[in-house]
């Protein structure tokens, strides 16, 4: 039944137990953190030396170095020609005649050009002449399309000042079977238009006298001509659309200043060879073998905690049904430390550390000296010899016969009246059991970790066969 028994785990008890073995944990962290730097340190000079892994750790280095300087590039080129879009957008929205059209009164004018070459079928000939009216045609759409054309316009007109900008509100569209020429133009105004069309007219005199000569004799001849206020909402969708792109570059603008922001923040590949890169990466595998060790080394103390059949706590011995009458801390004789803990130590203590990692999570109050606790172990022993009628306290234990001895023969001089007597180990010495002659309450004295559970129980099966019992216990623990 008692193997069946669940003992908690503490973890504060954990957790100082843990901590109170900060000397072996450091230990093993330098350790670990050497052999690491050692390893790191021997294998890097090995691949210095070696020419065919360093030629190949260089040019890994050279691929790197351009890869990341090609991407700053690369994210300012893209800035630059945002930047340059936005500000051509940002002039095509202030100067095009398109933009300035109010969509829901757009004017349109427009006239048809009819061209007439004479050519007549002359029955009397075998083999006709060519008829030149879709040659005359053609030269007069290329005029009406070319730069000489818009130069022209533009010399004579403010109401636009550059050629794109007068293309995208005058067009022609060449009809050849008809021998027709469609001439359109938009405008925010019906006085736009008008004069733009008058120029075009005027223009085209001038060519047909220049044509006459060069292309044969014709005639031209205004068919229609129209002019219009109108509703284009294509138009309006158009103009929004211009007027968003400012905004959708200074937004794509923004994202890639972030990335280039990120990417000067970035590390610049650094070269992975020679001997400064070997000691840096040394001592870089050297803290990180030394941090892990830590937590190792803590790991394996607070597994050892957890898994430890040991009494730990005061629960454990009330678990057990046993009272746990006292506690008695005792104070390790100096350990020898080198100067790196003699440093640490001295540190922890100026700044309060020891007490909070060690006092304060373990729950310990070592204020008192051994005197004062043996005195106060003696008043809890009293009540209970007094509850129990008994004229001696006897112990018995499962640790060094020596070292419990003096602690009782240090209860017995602060009591000189009540006799503190030390029967001996019971479970090493089965004689112990006659030594406690009739007395048949007996005080079990036990030692914080090092004690184990199984051997608690064994002596109280051992004395519960002799008719005896175990009234409490007393519980020692060594500090420092």
């Known amino acids: 039944m008692d193997n069946e028994m669940e003992f908690e785990i503490d973890l504060r008890d954990m957790l100082y137990r843990v901590l109170v073995q900060w000397r072996v944990i450091l230990r093993g962290a330098v350790v670990i953190a050497l052999l690491l730097f050692g390893y790191k340190l021997a294998t890097g000079l090995l691949a210095n030396l070696d020419p065919e892994a360093l030629l190949k750790a260089q040019n890994k280095y050279q691929i790197e170095l351009n890869d990341y300087e090609a991407t700053g590039e690369q ?84 109401i636009v000042d550059e050629i794109r900008f007068l293309t995208e509100i005058l067009s022609r569209s060449v009809n050849t079977d008809s021998s027709t020429i469609t001439v359109t133009c938009v405008g925010k105004s019906e006085a736009d238009v008008t004069e733009i069309l008058t120029l075009v007219k005027q223009k085209l005199f001038e060519r047909y006298d220049v044509y006459q000569g060069t292309l044969g004799e014709h005639t031209i001849e205004f068919l229609t001509e129209s002019l219009y206020s109108t509703i284009d909402l294509g138009l309006d969708e158009t103009q929004k659309n211009n007027l968003l792109k400012i905004t959708d570059y200074a937004k794509k603008i923004g994202e890639l200043n972030l990335e280039l922001e990120e990417w000067e923040k970035s590390p610049v590949p650094r070269a992975k060879y020679g001997l400064f890169y070997v000691i840096k990466q040394s001592i870089k595998f050297g803290i990180i073998g030394g941090v892990a060790g830590v937590f190792v080394m803590a790991g394996y103390f607070a597994m050892a905690y957890v898994f430890s059949r040991s009494m730990k706590t005061d629960s454990d011995w009330n678990i057990l049904g046993i009272t746990v009458l006292g ?134 099966t051992l004395l519960s066969a002799f008719g005896k019992s175990i009234v409490g216990s007393v519980v020692i623990e060594d500090i420092g």
């Open 327 to 460: 506690n008695l801390w005792r104070v390790k004789p100096d350990i020898k430390q080198n100067l790196f803990e003699k440093w640490l130590e001295k540190l922890l203590r100026r700044s309060g550390l020891d007490k909070v990692i060690i006092e304060g999570i373990g729950g310990r109050n070592w204020k008192n000296d051994e005197e004062t606790q043996d005195r106060l172990i003696v008043n809890n022993l009293g009540g209970v010899l007094k509850e129990k009628n008994l004229s001696s306290a006897i112990f018995v234990s499962a640790m060094d016969d020596a070292k419990a001895a003096e602690l009782v023969k240090n209860l017995d001089k602060v009591d000189s009246k009540t006799p503190y007597v030390f029967a001996g180990n019971v479970l090493e010495d089965p004689e112990t059991v006659k030594k406690l002659g009739d007395t048949q309450d007996v005080i079990l004295l036990g030692k914080r970790y090092e004690t184990k559970i199984d051997d608690v129980q064994k002596i109280r």
């Open 75 to 158: 994210l300012e080129t893209r800035i630059e020609n945002y930047r340059e879009a936005s500000e051509q957008q940002q002039i095509y929205n202030e100067k095009s005649a398109l933009m300035e059209i109010d969509p829901m009164n757009k004017w349109v004018g427009n006239f048809v050009l009819y061209i007439d070459a004479k050519y007549q079928i002359d029955p009397n000939l075998t083999f006709q002449n060519t008829d030149p009216t879709n040659r005359i045609l053609m030269a007069y759409g290329g005029y009406l399309s070319s730069g000489e054309l818009y130069t022209d316009i533009l010399s004579k007109t403010n």
